[in-house]
């Protein structure tokens, strides 16, 4: 007969307690962080920001060597250029996709049978070593998306880091709940009354699908990326990670420090590989369409998204998207109106609206709302926040560290494009959106919130997706009108967020069954330092999988549980 | 501010033990039943089979009045013949397509906030009403299935219920590991020191998919039905059953018994209906079709399944399946040659083979084995299986009482076939399918199983499923090839379960691994009254989502943890 037994390993000493204290978090759902997420050197240590900046700048105009180790093709690619400007020149081995999945195929027995604990342990030891790599990350966040640095710092650094945690705890804890071996005695008795009781082992043995693929976005390569990876990884599957072609450094540098720690932990680095490539190859498609894949994590748009799923459906291929929606926010009445108009306008305003998490769609009574400053009608509602946001975005050198620059020529014409589309809408501009000049970076274009105001029935335009600093202040009836176009249009049209702003608790009740009806998590009276656009790891779910927008969330027990299966072996003692 | 409350009903003091008991035992993995698998009266009741019995003639030649109250479109279907030869005559109303989808959806908020408790204690009391119809029940199964009456009162009564309760209680404790409501304390301090934490209360709301649609087998219609029914009802999904045409009246009841409970304990019935369709409607593709449904369980063939997944896919249902495989035996040697052929006998005349778990394919070392009874050449093994297949089913009036009746024209064509078959595949029939007179259902076909001998390299014969009373015994090059061959067929078409038959540790060891490469559960050297096509409940997963015969297990976390969502509502406190 065998015996279990425990795989062990140094790391799982070192990082025993953290893994514990993180699981009993994810469970809790309360406040919970590893890591820190202000960029003072009181935190990170004294010149660690130069010292990222310069990693981050020894990057540039040359080879990432460090990958030159992947099975190659021999070519390579890379022509990212920063939305601020600069051409970062880095180029990357591009993969001989035989090769990288043969390699990856030959890792995964020696991490399949290291088990759970020692693949968590491994797992949170990159993560640390990403974090010390988090300025060196920002800064290649910041110049291949366009964020702000403070956000690329927090956001693609700390924060992503968290959910890669949660994601690392969440999939440990489904691992564990499968007992190692249990001994089954099902009682019986002879006719003669002596026991006959059937005893059996049953060895119940964690086993990973396989191939895992990631294939990451322009706007938050990190956040957005390390979920999937750190799931796929911890329950035992390889990971290639396909990051999108006009945001590659981020995940170069994060597939680099996985590659090390791997490699220094004694298994294959062949475990996590890159997969850049150029822009317009379509190696997503090629990787998904490969057999060995079995399972993809895609965050980006969504007719690639539905194809994902098409063909994994196919191919038996797990797939999780995160693909679009449109944001809602629902006002009805405040007893604090600065705090609202404050709290909308920094969450229009942060990385000019290039976040899945920003509101769209701001639906208001054409009859106005009461607030603390008397009822304000539909126009000086809008008007209001459009001073609002003129005033958080009107001296440059400040509105360039909220709003970052934009990421591509499509969030551009939105943003030029305000006239045309409200009289296309028989809508008006309420806030054109304002072109700022950045004064480090006179190439960037950066763009403040624009806000269009149209009437409820021009769901033909406010439905659509508008990514970018673009937001529709949407006429209605009456609240309930704006909770029911609320409810209809996520059913249908998605949404990762939705907020609501009421005095009445009535109308907050009505908001919380249109917000369960819809499948979108709601914030309610958001008028402090929390916006809707943002989540907070190991209590905030990120997406539902309730609505279009997204399959799954950050990060429940769905999100992990089927990236490992159960294999039993019995035997009677 | 809110206040979570847990909703509460009677039936939840009423089951509470029993719930948390089976909980505890599916977290243990160890022996845990709560329905009694002995048809005596000493457990069921003096009179209890009888009046099973009668409450089965009495649905037979009418309408099955106690469903009338369905949405219906005025007509009726059903033309179920008792594969032991009497025609049923039970019609059952014809669903009203839109009439059941909405009246599923007007069912749903009350059955959604009613909450995973209240939930799981009425799902419980379903269950136990079932099981209370038990006799009736393995009567209905028994002339729609072909099963003989001892299996069909076991499998499809008392197991298939443990199934039931096992998805009940995975499907709770999922959704109670999310919590209702918790309090987030960001840390943080103002410049002046003082505490600026931020406090906010966040709601987790569970919330269903939508409805979920069960698809019935013809031969398993309980065992493989319940499940999925339990897993979606617990999560707070409407149901809509649509038995297999060949097979309604078990389902009839067990829908029928949960309406029952559902409206005693305040909820409205159509929370699970039954769409029965006539032979050939092609009702599961028409209710696959409409976007309102938004899971699936499927039991059946392979093409249908495959569409299921791919047109699933492109509507966002979650489709779990359970398709076809090729069942794998390797034999190595033995140190219990009786035991070993008689277990296997029993394995392969149980039902005429007809379970989604019967061997298929027993790899044998054309060298032979070694046994406790000395070494034994191909042949001979195949001789020893044979006569202890005949001797077990040598006597006709005790060979029903196992191998029950064949459902259908395609199995009987299967066992009529072993002569052609042998010859195309260059083999030998080693033991023909005998044709067994049922002494009371003369109009009953009867057929044990049948053996044919072929070489490993006719991979063409032995890789597609032939399900019925037919095995093949594949001669191996050694045990080294017949353990790759497992691996290698299994990873392609799949299968439910294996076997292996060895003396050697090493032997056994590799058996694992390939088993684990494989993705199928493995039974070792079982010569006792434990069957490899038999799990039982809390301890065996049926089948490992691993491999292409089935993409999800009955019943592990993952099987549960998506056909629900938790939607969050977030306020500051």
């Not at 949170?124 to 290649?140: C, G, H, K, M």
């Not at 999108?244 to 170069?252: D, G, K, S």
């Not at 405040?334 to 920094?346: E, H, Y």
Request: aromatic share 6%.
């Amino acid at each position: 007969m065998t015996t279990a037994t425990t795989p062990t390993h140094p790391l799982v000493e070192k990082h025993s307690s953290a893994l514990d204290e993180a699981a009993a978090a994810l469970a809790a759902r309360s406040y919970y962080s590893r890591y820190p997420e202000s960029p003072s050197p009181r935190v990170y240590g004294e010149g660690a920001a130069e010292r990222g900046t310069a990693a981050y700048e020894a990057h540039l105009q040359k080879p990432y060597a460090a990958l030159a180790d992947q099975p190659g093709d021999g070519t390579t690619v890379g022509d990212e250029v920063s939305p601020y400007g600069p051409a970062l020149g880095v180029t990357y081995p591009h993969l001989d996709v035989d090769g990288a999945i043969a390699a990856a195929e030959a890792a995964l027995p020696a991490w399949r049978d290291a088990g759970a604990r020692v693949r968590a342990a491994v797992c949170l030891e990159i993560v640390d070593a990403i974090n010390q790599r988090s300025f060196e990350i920002a800064n290649a966040v910041m110049h291949t998306t366009g964020q702000p640095f403070v956000m690329a710092f927090q956001a693609a650094g700390p924060h992503a880091q968290d959910r890669a945690l949660e994601s690392i705890v969440a999939g440990l804890v489904e691992q564990e709940r499968v007992p190692g071996s249990v001994l089954w005695v099902k009682p019986g008795r002879a006719k003669d009354g002596s026991d006959a009781s059937i005893r059996m082992q049953k060895d119940y043995r964690v086993v990973p699908r396989g191939l895992a693929l990631v294939i990451g976005c322009n706007t938050f390569p990190t956040w957005n990326g390390y979920p999937g990876l750190f799931a796929s990884l911890v329950t035992g599957n390889p990971v290639v990670v396909k990051p999108h072609p006009r945001a590659v450094l981020p995940l170069a540098i994060s597939v680099d420090a996985a590659r090390s720690v791997l490699r220094e932990a004694g298994f294959d680095p062949a475990l996590v590989q890159l997969a850049a490539e150029a822009d317009g190859e379509g190696l997503a498609k090629t990787l998904a369409e490969r057999d060995e894949v079995r399972i993809i994590d895609y965050t980006g748009g969504p007719g690639f998204g539905a194809w994902l799923e098409e063909n994994g459906a196919a191919r038996g291929q797990l797939v999780y998207t995160e693909k679009a929606g449109v944001n809602t926010v629902v006002v009805d009445s405040t007893d604090n109106l600065r705090g609202t108009l404050g709290n909308l306008a920094f969450s229009l305003a942060l990385y000019s609206g290039q976040m899945c998490t920003t509101p769209q769609n701001i639906y208001v009574p054409r009859d106005g709302i009461d607030t603390d400053e008397g009822h304000l009608s539909f126009e000086e509602f809008g008007a209001r926040l459009g001073a609002a946001v003129s005033k958080l975005t009107g001296d440059d050198a400040r509105a360039v560290e909220l709003l970052g620059a934009t990421v591509n020529e499509g969030v551009r014409a939105s943003a030029r494009g305000l006239a045309a589309l409200a009289e296309e809408a028989g809508g008006t501009v309420v806030l054109d959106s304002r072109s700022v000049s950045h004064p480090a970076y006179p190439d960037a274009v950066v763009q403040a919130p624009g806000l269009v105001a149209l009437d409820a029935n021009r769901e033909d335009v406010y439905t659509q997706e508008c990514f970018g600093p673009v937001t529709f202040l949407i006429g209605t009836a009456s609240t309930q009108q704006s909770l029911a176009q609320f409810r209809d249009t996520v059913r249908e049209h998605g949404a990762m967020t939705a907020s609501v702003y009421s005095t009445q608790e009535g109308v907050l009740d009505a908001a919380r069954e249109a917000a369960a009806d819809a499948g979108v998590a709601l914030s309610e009276n958001l008028t402090g330092p929390v916006f809707v656009n943002q989540t907070a790891a190991f209590s905030d779910y990120h997406g539902t999988g309730a609505n279009p927008a997204a399959n799954a969330a950050y990060v429940d027990a769905a999100f992990v549980a089927s990236r490992f299966r159960v294999v039993t072996s019995r035997r009677h003692v």
